[in-house]
T-cell receptor
């Protein structure tokens, strides 16, 4: 079965703190894709990153970085020097490469960054 | 304006009524999706479409109907609305399979009374 677990329901930090959002996935597929989406208070879903299962290089984009570890089936997301504008719900998602095109979402982690 | 739009943004309807949620994208993406978002469940796929006139069920299709006569439109119809269908509905589109990310519309908040 395919599953994405985001065990942290809610995280609160103070501005400028670093914060890591955990994502653990389950799949028996050898090829798959992982995604992170951001849902700010306004409600829209914003695509952040896509990673395929053959590429375990970590990625950094400004204050955002992602750590993909196939050995532990994890795809964690770190925000460095958090800002109030980072306050949102963050979703991790898994997509298989055959049989279905659907994204399997985790239940999300609500991040609150206080000034 | 390019992108993916949904209408209406907010809708209140009564139990038993039929209601249609509209989704329109201007990218000519072949794939389109409908999700519902409920607290504690994340987003769950209702239906998806790989191309015009090709649709398939997702995880929670019961009580919903879709059609796709044109590539750019993917309406979702609740044939006889129930309170359990109160939710936020998101439409998404994708350029292709698998590796392509899905881009989401702004959502429709539906309340069934």
């Amino acid at each position: 079965a395919q599953k994405v677990t985001q065990a942290q329901t809610e995280i609160s930090v103070v501005e400028k703190e670093d914060v890591t959002l955990d994502c653990v996935y389950e799949t028996r597929d050898t090829t798959y894709y992982l995604f992170w989406y951001k849902q700010p208070p306004s409600g829209e879903l914003v695509f952040l990153i896509r990673r395929n299962s053959f590429d375990e290089q970590n990625e950094i984009s400004g204050r955002y970085s992602w750590n993909f570890q196939k050995s532990t089936s994890s795809f964690n997301f770190t925000i460095t020097a958090s800002q109030v504008v980072d306050s949102a719900v963050y979703f991790c998602a898994l997509r298989r490469t055959y049989n279905t095109d659907k994204l399997i979402f985790g239940t999300g982690t609500r991040l609150q960054v206080f000034p | 304006d390019a992108g993916i739009t949904q209408s209406p943004r907010y809708k209140i309807t009564e139990t038993g009524r039929q209601v249609t949620l509209m989704c329109h994208q201007t990218w000519s993406h072949s794939y389109m999706f409908w999700y519902r978002q409920d607290l504690g469940h994340g987003l769950r796929l209702i239906y998806y479409s790989a191309a015009a006139d090709i649709t398939d069920k997702g995880e929670v299709p019961d009580g919903y109907v879709v059609s796709r006569s044109k590539t750019e439109n993917f309406p979702l119809t609740l044939e006889s609305a129930t309170r359990s269908q109160t939710s936020v509905y998101f439409c998404a589109s994708s350029a292709g399979q698998f590796r392509h990310e899905q881009y989401f519309g702004p959502g429709t908040r539906l309340t069934v009374t």
